[in-house]
C-alpha cells in the first residue's frame, strides 16, 4: 500500500489524508479486512501470498472508496473523518481511492490479469446496480423479501463475491473451485449486510435507515407481517423521526423498539443471518482443497 501510494505522484496532503482514512478504516473494520479476505482465498486454493497481493491491495481500496461514496449517499456516518470535510473533497478522495484501487490491479501478472480485471469490473457494475435499486427503493410503500434478497445480493454479496474470485484466481483455482468460491462470497456478503442492517435500523443516532425509509431487512420484514393498525404505528413513528425529529425522542424511540421486538424482526433477522452462514459453510464442506484451507475458511463466517 505505501509503495502504491509513494509512485502514484499524489501530493503530500492527499497521501496524508488516505493514509488516515485507511487507518480510520481499520478501527472500525479488522485491519486490511478486505485484503485478508482475498488472500485468505488465495491461500486456501493453494496460491502464494506474493501473487495475490496486489489483487488484494485493489480489493481493500476499492472496498474503502466504496465505503466513503456509500456514506455520501445516505448522508449518516457524520461522525466518520470523509463526512467531516466539504462534499466535493471527500468525493473527489474518493475517486481517487478508486482510481489507485485499479492501479493496484495493473501490477498483476500478466497471465491474471485479464481475469481478474472482468471480475473487478462486473463486481464494481453490480454493486453500484444494487445501490441504484436500493436507492429507488426509498419512495416505495414496500417491497417483497424475495427483492431485498436479490439487491443485497448485488450490491453487498457482488463485493466479497468479487474478493473470493480475485484470490481464487490468483490462488490458480480450477473452475470449478472458482465457481464455489464465489458462491461462498455471496453467502458471506449477504451474511454481513444482514448483520448490518439489524444493527443500523435502531442505531438511530448515527444511522438514517429508519428516517429515511430505507428498505433495508427489519423494515422489509416489519411491513410484511404488520397488522394494519400496527403498520399505521410504524407509519406514524417514521412520519415523525422525518419530520419533526425533536419531538422524535427517548418515548417513541422505545416504542419503535418495543415493536421491532414483539414482532419478531431481531429473531427472523437472526434465523437468516445463520442460513446463510450454513449455505457458507456447507460450500466449503463441497470445496476440493485442504483441511486447512476449509479451516481457514470457516474462520471467516464464525
Known amino acids: 500500500m505505501k509503495h502504491l501510494l509513494s509512485e502514484s505522484e499524489l501530493s503530500i496532503n492527499v497521501v496524508t489524508i488516505i493514509n488516515n482514512w485507511l487507518d480510520y478504516n ?10 485478508q479476505l482475498t488472500l485468505t482465498v488465495c491461500d486456501s486454493a493453494g496460491g502464494n501470498f506474493e501473487v495475490g497481493l496486489q489483487g488484494a ?14 456514506d455520501i449517499q445516505d448522508q449518516d456516518n457524520n461522525a466518520l473523518p470523509w463526512r467531516k470535510v466539504p462534499l466535493g473533497q471527500a468525493i473527489n478522495l474518493a475517486t481517487c481511492i478508486l482510481v489507485l484501487s485499479y492501479k493496484a490491479l495493473s501490477n498483476i501478472s500478466s497471465s491474471h490479469f485479464e481475469d481478474v480485471s472482468n471480475v473487478f469490473n462486473q463486481m464494481g457494475l453490480q454493486a453500484c446496480d444494487g445501490q441504484f435499486q436500493e436507492f429507488s427503493n426509498d419512495i416505495k410503500e414496500s417491497i417483497s423479501l424475495k427483492e431485498y434478497f436479490s439487491i443485497i445480493m448485488k450490491k453487498s454479496g457482488s463485493i466479497t463475491a468479487g474478493a473470493c474470485k480475485i484470490g481464487a484466481i490468483l490462488g490458480n483455482a480450477d473452475q470449478t473451485q472458482i465457481n464455489q468460491l464465489e458462491q461462498f462470497g455471496i453467502n458471506l456478503g449477504v451474511m454481513s449486510q444482514i448483520k448490518n442492517d439489524l444493527a443500523d435500523f435502531l442505531d438511530l443516532e448515527t444511522k438514517n435507515d429508519f428516517v429515511s425509509g ?27 423521526a422525518k419530520t419533526s425529529p425533536d419531538q422524535f425522542g427517548s418515548k417513541e424511540k422505545e416504542q419503535l423498539k418495543k415493536l421491532v421486538i414483539n414482532e419478531g424482526t431481531i429473531h427472523y433477522s437472526l434465523v437468516m443471518h445463520e442460513l446463510y452462514k450454513q449455505r457458507a459453510i456447507e460450500i466449503i464442506a463441497g470445496i476440493s482443497i485442504t483441511k486447512k484451507g476449509k479451516e481457514k475458511l470457516i474462520k471467516l463466517v464464525r
Request: hydrophobic share 50%; net charge neutral; charged share 30%.
Open 26 to 35: 481499520y478501527e472500525i473494520r479488522k485491519r486490511f479486512a478486505w485484503a
Open 214 to 240: 430505507r428498505k433495508t431487512l427489519p423494515l422489509v420484514y416489519l411491513l410484511e407481517v404488520l397488522s394494519k393498525e400496527k403498520a399505521e404505528e410504524l407509519k406514524s413513528l417514521s412520519s415523525l
Open 57 to 70: 491491495v485493489a480489493m481493500e481500496l476499492y472496498a474503502l472508496a466504496a465505503d466513503i461514496l456509500d
